[in-house]
C-alpha cells in the first residue's frame, strides 16, 4: 500500500494572490508556520518553517516553483504520531517525502489549492505520520482560507 494523500480547498482569492501567501515567508507566518518561517520559496532554496506544536525549526528544501501554479516541496519525513496526539512522539526518519501544492484559477475568480504528499515508507510508523500530515495539510488550507477571506488567523494561541 503506497502511502499519499491529498487534500484541497477553495479560497475566493485570485491565484496570484493565494500563491503569496504561501510562497512569501512573512505571510505564512501569519497563518500556518506559528514559529515563523524563513526563507521565500524559490527553487533549489532551503527555507526554514518552525511551529509552536513541535521542537524547533526545520528545513524544508524547495524543488520546483511554478509562479502561480505548483510549488515543489520535500522535507525530513518523520515516522510515529504527532506529538499533541495522546501523547504521541513523532521522530526524524533517514529520508525526506515530497509535497506538491497546485493552484489553479476558477472561471468565478476563486483559487483552487491542492496539496499531496508523498514517499513514506509503508511501516505502522509511517503511516501514522503521514495521518498527522494530512491533518496539518488540511489544517493548513482552512487558515490560508480564514486568514486571506477574513483576516482570522485560526491557528493563534491553538498550539502555545
Not at 477553495?10 to 500563491?19: L, N, S, Y
Not at 512573512?26 to 506559528?34: G, I, K, R, V
Not at 511554478?66 to 526518519?93: F, H, M, S, Y
Request: net charge negative.
Amino acid at each position: 500500500m503506497e502511502l499519499k494523500f491529498r487534500v484541497a480547498a477553495r479560497i475566493a482569492k485570485p491565484v496570484h494572490e493565494v500563491f503569496e501567501a504561501v510562497a512569501d515567508p512573512a505571510q505564512l507566518s501569519e497563518y500556518f508556520t506559528t514559529g515563523g518561517a524563513l526563507g521565500r520559496l524559490e527553487p533549489g532554496a532551503t527555507v526554514s518553517w518552525a511551529f509552536h506544536d513541535y521542537p524547533g525549526a526545520f528545513p524544508v528544501w524547495v524543488i520546483e516553483v511554478v509562479k502561480d501554479e505548483r510549488i515543489v516541496l520535500e522535507w525530513q519525513a518523520g515516522e510515529g504520531e504527532a506529538p499533541n496526539l495522546e501523547g504521541g512522539e513523532l521522530t526524524d526518519a533517514d529520508y525526506r517525502t515530497r509535497v506538491t501544492m497546485s493552484f489553479k484559477s476558477l472561471d468565478d475568480g476563486r483559487t483552487l489549492v491542492e496539496i499531496a504528499e508523498e514517499g513514506w515508507r509503508e511501516n505502522q510508523a509511517a503511516l501514522g505520520a503521514s495521518y498527522g500530515n494530512c491533518q496539518g495539510w488540511a489544517q493548513m488550507l482552512c487558515a490560508l482560507k480564514a486568514w486571506l477571506e477574513y483576516g482570522i488567523n485560526l491557528r493563534a494561541g491553538m498550539y502555545d
